[in-house]
């Protein structure tokens, strides 16, 4: 699995993952959020496009994205699931990754690209079942810029 640092390019997980925890030790002191979030497109096949963003709270942030395509998925419901699911694999290879190096006291936050307004509202409760009981804070539209922002800007 790679991912893209729109900074230093294509790296793997643990290049990545490396990456974070030097951005947290640059400045040990400040408050930190790890969010998941993945958003899709779909054309002649469905991309999926998962984000990880390091938020230094009140002082910028870091991201990495992955790209996966899929066969066309049609069903909304579906290419949600898909999505959440993305997310929350990712997240627990992120979050056994921060316990085996210490950080086991950073939380990872999973962003879902539904919200009340729309199409998705009817999946909510279901989606965020799904991010809790694996364990994670789940994080909807309007705060789930991770899915809704950075994910999507680079689905298109």
Do not use: C
């Not at 979030?37 to 054309?43: E, F, I, L, N, P």
């Not at 910028?60 to 994205?65: D, H, I, L, N, V």
């Amino acid at each position: 699995m790679h991912f893209i640092s729109p900074s230093k390019g294509r790296m793997n997980f643990e290049e990545m993952m490396t990456d974070i925890t030097g951005y947290i030790k640059g400045l040990p002191t400040s408050l930190y959020k790890i969010i998941i979030g993945t958003d899709s497109q779909v054309k002649s096949e469905t991309s999926f496009i998962t984000a990880v963003i390091v938020h230094r709270i009140g002082k910028g942030a870091r991201y990495y994205y992955h790209k996966k395509t899929h066969r066309k998925i049609k069903s909304l419901r579906q290419k949600i699931f898909h999505e959440t699911s993305l997310s929350l694999e990712l997240g627990g290879m992120v979050a056994r990754f921060f316990a085996r190096s210490g950080y086991e006291d950073m939380k990872v936050e999973i962003h879902i690209d539904v919200g009340n307004n729309g199409e998705t509202k009817d999946l909510i409760r279901e989606v965020v079942g799904m991010v809790t009981g694996s364990g994670f804070r789940a994080r909807i539209k309007p705060d789930a810029y991770g899915a809704s922002s950075v994910a999507d800007k680079h689905t298109k």
